[in-house]
């Protein structure tokens, strides 16, 4: 199951990187931030109708749930204006090994302290390892 998973999240990786490379040209027509909301609208949209269709009725609100835990609603768009911003510049590559390191980083130091109600997974020599790999390769793509 863990190998399905694994793959699972390789393929929404590569998805990203479609999208950072859609997102780069689509900002540079209609703007950065037009850009942004045609992503998320569309996100949405789509969202709405697959929960119309297979979420259950009876779920607990969303507005029941603790502040914070809706967060993610103003990092996603922060997230995809860096993209529309960054990826015509920088380029795909480069913008998403810079977004892996930040993403590796933080998720270590999440596991770590076991934030955000997750199970702790201790820092290790591995994962630290880890972390200078993809700061190498962002140094070795940034210089070529």
């Known amino acids: 199951m863990q190998f399905l998973l694994i793959l699972l999240v390789i393929a929404g990786g590569m998805g990203l990187s479609v999208e950072a490379g859609l997102l780069g040209p689509l900002g540079g027509e209609v703007g950065d931030l037009w850009a942004t909301f045609s992503i998320f609208g569309v996100g949405a949209a789509l969202t709405f109708l697959l929960m119309l269709f297979f979420s259950p009725r009876n779920s607990p609100s969303f507005f029941a749930q603790p502040g914070w835990q809706l967060l993610g609603g ?3 768009p922060v997230y995809v204006v860096i993209l529309t911003v960054a990826t015509p510049a920088i380029g795909v590559a480069l913008t998403m090994i810079g977004i ?6 933080k998720s270590l130091i999440i596991d770590h302290f076991g934030l955000l109600g997750t199970p702790h997974h201790k820092i290790d020599a591995r994962r630290i390892l880890a972390l ?3 700061i190498a390769a962002l140094a070795l793509v940034a210089q070529g």
């Open 132 to 134: 200078v790999f993809i």
């Open 74 to 76: 103003v990092l996603g």
């Open 100 to 105: 892996l390191a930040g993403q590796v980083f």
